[in-house]
């Protein structure tokens, strides 16, 4: 049987699924609610016609990059399907693909029940807010939530820098240009160094990857702007720290004012699978800049912001561990699951398991 890309595309949708592997001499792998599931309807895929299929997909320019680099990525969109970003690499001298299904319609808030802080922050004038977490957590769909809103609420020319492009959004209220790294501008620091001079309200950053794109973002945030950039860390704390140490170290001190000053949050985020099997939800763990953080941010004090975002309840801030202890106490997820991200497990103790979904939909219980 003859496996056609489209067939897959379309497979990924029905299943609900988030990713689809293509490896050489295995069926196609889904991953759905977070678990790999081989689709045993599917032969082998051999490795010569693995790469057809794959390379199927690229433009002649995309072929001579990944046979320069060996490494590529790109987003594509067949009739009738979603976008999906893909990464094709080599493995043991096979062309193999991870595909990425981005969703063609952009969440509303009241579907994501994000919490009712990250909306404000979104309405911000200026500053830095950073959505972090491992690959595959929703950085890229919190982010487009936030850009819809701005885009529907305000006047504003939104300028994106992505690699590659994910949600496509439709001029509103707001202008949105979407730019792709390798196809409209050579890298995240080149578009950043450039994009003042295009008269931006909002900066939107893909992915802050190196000193320069790190250093212009926080420029952009202190002269006016609104930046909203992804990082791959963890929680709140080692966020601060990761953008501080990449400077060196004569910088640093430098970089901790400014970062003090224009930092606005800090949202992090992990996605569990619920207890039913239906799905995934959302633990996030918000930081929002009160004077008391930005003084423990120039001060170097960086041990002190879990207390600091403990304490911080009347600001919307909460830990990570407190997110995951109100999904266990709802009944959302598994008692295994929750200790596996918990710094302190001895919380789940003081919960029982319980809830309904009305209530979780209320108090802003995100469900994928």
Not at 25 to 36: D, E, I, W
Not at 235 to 251: L, M, S
Not at 253 to 275: G, T, Y
């Amino acid at each position: 049987m003859s496996v056609n890309i489209v067939d897959l595309l379309l497979l990924c949708m029905e299943k609900g699924a988030s990713d689809l592997h293509l490896t050489a001499n295995m069926p196609p792998v889904l991953r759905v609610h977070g678990s790999l599931m081989v689709v045993e309807d599917f032969p082998p895929i051999k490795r010569d016609e693995l790469r057809r299929m794959i390379y199927g997909c690229l433009t002649d320019s995309q072929k001579q990059k990944f046979e320069k680099e060996l490494e590529l990525d790109f987003s594509l969109h067949f009739p009738n399907t979603d976008r999906f970003r893909i990464n094709v690499h080599m493995q043991r001298g096979s062309v193999e693909a991870a595909f990425r299904r981005v969703s063609s319609k952009i969440p509303d808030w009241e579907s994501l029940g994000l919490p009712p802080v990250v909306k404000e922050l979104a309405r911000k004038p200026n500053g830095l807010i950073l959505v972090t977490g491992p690959t595959g957590v929703g950085k890229s769909t919190t982010l487009a939530a936030m850009v819809n809103l701005i885009n529907e609420e305000f006047k504003k020319l939104i300028i994106t820098v992505e690699d590659p492009i994910e949600y496509l959004y439709k001029h509103k209220n707001s202008i949105v240009k979407q730019r792709e790294v390798h196809q409209d501008t050579l890298s995240f620091a080149s578009a950043l160094r450039h994009v003042l001079r295009q008269d931006p309200d909002v900066i939107v950053v893909g992915e802050m990857r190196d000193l320069e794109t790190i250093s212009t973002a926080i420029t952009a945030a202190e002269t006016g702007h609104l930046v909203l950039a992804t990082l791959h860390t963890v929680d709140a704390a080692q966020t601060v720290e990761r953008v501080i140490d990449v400077f060196p170290p004569h910088q640093q001190q430098q970089i901790r004012l400014q970062l003090a000053d224009c930092l606005q949050a800090v949202l992090s985020q992990q996605l569990f699978k619920k207890k039913d099997g239906t799905g995934r939800v959302l633990a996030m763990e918000i930081l929002v800049c009160t004077p008391a953080i930005r003084n423990v941010i120039r001060e170097m004090r960086i041990e002190q912001i879990p207390n600091l975002i403990q304490t911080g309840a009347q600001y919307g801030m909460q830990t990570m561990d407190k997110s995951i202890q109100q999904l266990y106490a709802r009944g959302l997820i598994d008692y295994e699951d929750a200790v596996t991200y918990m710094k302190n497990p001895m919380l789940l103790d003081q919960v029982k398991p319980g809830g309904n979904s009305d209530e979780d939909k209320r108090k802003g219980v995100r469900f994928w």
